[in-house]
């Protein structure tokens, strides 16, 4: 049809959010869910110019932990993990504790949030790095982008090229 850009999301909140956030037409979306890495290996062989992966925050963070199936059956982000990010994206030593003690991924990006701590932003760049190693050595420009529950922008990584994106240390 002519686009040179799509997106796939984990789900419709995050779908409606960035199909506003771009302006993208129906056509435009994949259908992506928690499948995450079948999708990226479609569009590896299937290239599209600019491709945005939306997502809430508990899916987003385990992308940017390194799994690709993001279903809940297939594992849970760390939240060890997340606080450790936290601390290296300015977090107190309190808010870590708060994160790590957190029943779930948005209770730990709410700590994070009311403590001023761009952690949105943080694991839309793990995110990233996981879902650019996939298409590596492609010409794709590959964006991620991070919302609530209520559809609002948590955390952005911005388009850029992926055929020079470090290799993630592990992947799921």
Do not use: C
């Not at 960035?18 to 259908?31: N, S, T």
Request: net charge neutral.
């Amino acid at each position: 049809m002519g686009f040179d850009h799509v997106s796939g999301a984990t789900g419709s909140t995050s779908e409606a959010a960035a199909q506003k956030f771009h302006g993208l037409e129906e056509v435009q979306l994949i259908d992506m869910g928690d499948f995450a890495g079948g999708m990226l290996k479609y569009l590896r062989d299937h290239p599209v110019a600019r491709v945005t992966i939306a997502g809430g925050v508990a899916k987003m963070t385990k992308l940017a932990q390194g799994m690709l199936d993001l279903h809940s059956k297939r594992g849970a982000a760390d939240l060890d993990a997340l606080a450790s990010v936290a601390r290296s994206a300015g977090a107190s030593a309190e808010v870590a504790r708060s994160i790590h003690g957190a029943n779930t991924v948005a209770e730990a990006f709410a700590s994070a949030t009311a403590a001023g701590v761009p952690l949105g932003e943080t694991i839309a760049e793990g995110a990233w790095q996981t879902a650019a190693s996939v298409l590596e050595r492609s010409a794709m420009s590959l964006e991620i982008l991070i919302f609530d529950r209520q559809g609002n922008l948590m955390g952005q990584a911005p388009f850029r090229p992926v055929h020079d994106a470090p290799r993630p240390l592990k992947r799921r």
